[in-house]
């Protein structure tokens, strides 16, 4: 299959009194059309950064995107409106992430008002059958935000990110403020409509049950960067970089008699403000040595698994 998105050595970073803030730095991959890559890692990693500059809400300092073969790092205004029909965004806050003053039918039917050619009346009935595809009770089409559950309203995003026939989506932390009974409905229906419309999914989250549950390949970020890249199955069953490693040890284990051992991290996290070259993990990791401060390239180990650490093949050797 080809890739529908190709990133090359994107980043993104902020000015602070301090410095330059790397909140992504030199990311590269490529997704194929019709597949889900999930993106974890802890809080302030630079998953959301790295989804929302792909879909040109920042700006990026560096690198390349493209998506369906076209270069459209630098688009005006014109160009990435059309762009912008094509890739769409699930918000991690199902509430905050609509406009308490639109009604359901208001807010999916939104997208299709901005775009205009459409009459009412076929914008009216576009948005019937997106609630309906989502979910969505007809009773609910002049209901406002605050008189529905967080599972409802998250529905409403999910339409309102397919009201333009999309093919690529990021999905960030579409879950994560949900309860888990109303998680595995979402989770169920986003794989459904990516069935039924060959959607391209990226899934952001922290929550390493989910993203095995969804993805077919997985990049987990350490401070900006990719640490390591392969498949859901090989990344749960082979894990080669030692983050990813302390990372699926902390997992609970629904057995009480089995005993996992768990990967306490020690050390200092390096500020993600101007850091020096080399491994930002090194400070953490306990078979760090001189060359982790050498600046580190990710490297195919195994076929398709990639991994930015200079110790891994002799950590696994071990």
Do not use: W
């Amino acid at each position: 299959m080809s890739a529908i998105l190709e990133v090359q050595d994107l980043k993104k970073y902020f000015k602070t009194p301090k410095g330059a803030l790397h909140a992504v730095d030199g990311i590269s991959f490529q997704l194929e059309e019709g597949k889900t890559l999930g993106v974890v890692g802890e809080s302030g990693c630079g998953k959301s950064t790295l989804g929302r500059t792909i879909l040109h809400l920042l700006d990026s300092t560096g690198g390349k995107i493209f998506f369906e073969g076209q270069d459209v790092t630098k688009l005006d205004k014109p160009a990435l409106k059309k762009y912008r029909e094509k890739m769409q965004i699930i918000f991690q806050d199902p509430f905050a992430s609509l406009n308490p003053r639109m009604t359901t039918a208001e807010t999916i039917m939104e997208p299709l008002m901005l775009r205009g050619g459409m009459s009412r009346d076929a914008m009216l009935q576009e948005t019937a059958g997106l609630m309906e595809t989502v979910g969505l009770a007809n009773r609910f089409a002049n209901a406002y935000p605050h008189e529905m559950d967080g599972g409802r309203r998250q529905r409403i995003g999910i339409a309102r990110a397919l009201a333009l026939s999309p093919k690529f989506i990021v999905c960030d932390e579409p879950v994560s403020a949900l309860d888990v009974s109303i998680q595995a409905q979402v989770l169920n229906l986003m794989l459904d409509l990516q069935e039924e419309r060959n959607l391209t999914y990226i899934f952001v989250t922290h929550d390493l049950s989910v993203v095995k549950y969804i993805s077919d390949e997985i990049m987990v970020m350490y401070l900006g960067q990719m640490v390591e890249k392969t498949s859901s199955e090989d990344l749960f069953a082979n894990p080669l970089h030692p983050y990813t490693k302390a990372l699926l040890s902390a997992i609970p284990v629904p057995e009480v008699p089995c005993k996992k051992q768990r990967i306490l991290l020690k050390g200092e996290i390096t500020s993600p403000i101007d850091p020096k070259p080399g491994c930002r993990f090194a400070a953490r990791c306990p078979y760090a040595g001189e060359e982790c401060h050498r600046p580190q390239t990710p490297e195919e180990i195994q076929p398709g698994h990639f991994v930015s650490c200079c110790q891994a093949r002799k950590i696994n050797a071990m």
